[in-house]
């Protein structure tokens, strides 16, 4: 199976910060690739599929980008409603996720 | 407004069966993907299993952990994706996730959850 890791495994960052979550796959998945948001609690969410695809309702300080191995997820200006678990997970092959980056807000 | 409701969990011996369903509405069932995703605070979140549309033939896969145990199917006449769960092991303890979407590895839509605990 194709593993995934993510990096760091927690920020904490400010209001307003930038805040970039990195996803690497142990062999290329192009670009196969979804992240999702998951507070506790609840189900996750999809944030953004296909790499950089914004889903409907998604605000817009959500990015994504990369393709291959290496990825990540920017979140341009950091909401205190931005605190949350997020996973990214390919869908190339058998389908695996990451282990989740915790992000607070300071 | 899309919503999807699991339903079937609890508390199971090992060795025996549960059957989860998964009940939706807001969305044009016959034409998604359903998926199983399951969720432990040790291995984190887990793909299990997934059925396509009947458009694209309505197959399905599982992952190795539940292969030849777990069979996924779907009623489009209902609208409910079921999960039957066979010769549980302690492993299969977690929270199970229905979750739908228009291709199989991209998990759009999802429910709350059910949890299922295999224990003596």
């Known amino acids: 199976d194709i593993q995934m890791t993510q990096s760091p495994s927690s920020l904490s960052a400010s209001v307003g910060d930038r805040v970039t979550i990195t996803c690497r796959a142990s062999?290329?998945?192009?670009?196969?690739l979804n992240w999702y948001q998951q507070k506790p609690g609840k189900a996750p969410e999809l944030l953004i599929s296909?790499?950089?695809s914004l889903q409907s309702g998604v605000p817009l300080r959500f990015s994504g980008s990369g393709s291959g191995t290496s990825f990540t997820l920017t979140i341009s200006s950091l909401q205190p409603e931005d605190s949350a678990t997020y996973y990214c997970?390919?869908?190339?092959?058998?389908?695996?996720f990451g282990p989740g980056t915790k992000v607070d807000i300071k | 407004e899309v919503q999807l409701v699991e339903s079937g969990g609890g508390l199971v011996q090992p060795g025996r069966s549960l059957r989860l369903s998964c009940t939706t509405a807001?969305?044009?069932?016959?034409?998604?993907?359903l998926s199983w995703v399951r969720q432990t605070p040790e291995r984190g979140l887990e793909w299990v299993s997934f059925?396509?549309?009947?458009?694209?033939?309505?197959?399905?896969d599982y992952a190795a952990s539940v292969k030849g145990r777990f069979t996924i199917s779907r009623d489009d006449s209902k609208s409910i994706a079921y999960l039957q769960m066979n010769s549980l092991e302690s492993e299969d303890t977690a929270v199970y996730y229905c979750?739908?979407?228009?291709?199989?590895?991209?998990?759009?839509?999802w429910g709350q959850g059910s949890p299922v605990t295999v224990s003596t």
């Open positions: 807001g969305f044009p069932f016959d034409d998604y993907a």
């Open positions: 059925i396509r549309s009947k458009a694209y033939g309505g197959t399905a």
């Open positions: 296909d790499a950089s």
């Open positions: 997970q390919q869908s190339y092959d058998v389908f695996t």
């Open positions: 979750s739908a979407g228009h291709l199989p590895g991209t998990f759009a839509h």
């Open positions: 062999q290329s998945i192009s670009d196969y």
